[in-house]
Nanobody, 125 residues
Framework: QVQLVESGGGLVQAGGSLRLSCAASGRTFSSYVMAWFRQAPGKEREFVAAIDWSGGNTYYAKAVKGRFTISRDNAKNTVYLQMNSLKPEDTAVYFC??????????????????WGQGTQVTVSS
């Protein structure tokens, strides 16, 4: 089992950047596929990005590809989401998720067994 805690959210102007972090407990972090999802008010939780166990393969939603970068540091049990060129439509609660599944990773929230509490990202126009 793994426990996840996100940080790094906040308020930023359009065009700005933020870096989210997700710290994981447990000694088997490198066994998990990690992902970021987001959920805006009144909308379903949607896939943002995922990364495999070693960090060698990454996957992105079309809406964020080229602007967001997911990475991980297995020595620090942490996964990151660097978000550049932020837009007002990126405003949402961002969640970190983990699963022992294979590659390619699932792109639906139901594919992930473990979740953090979320961190709010607000992009003003």
């Amino acid at each position: 089992q793994v426990q996840l805690v996100e940080s790094g959210g906040g308020l930023v102007q359009a065009g700005g950047s933020l870096r989210l972090s997700c710290a994981a407990s447990g000694r088997t972090f490198s066994s998990y596929v990690m992902a970021w999802f987001r959920q805006a008010p009144g909308k379903e939780r949607e896939f943002v990005a995922a990364i495999d166990w070693s960090g060698g393969n990454t996957y992105y939603a079309k809406a964020v590809k080229g602007r967001f970068t997911i990475s991980r540091d297995n020595a620090k049990n942490t996964v990151y989401l660097q978000m550049n060129s932020l837009k007002p439509e990126d405003t949402a609660v961002y969640f970190c998720a983990a699963d022992l599944g294979g590659i390619p990773p699932g792109f639906n929230a139901g594919n992930y067994a473990y979740w953090g509490q979320g961190t709010q990202v607000t992009v003003s126009s």
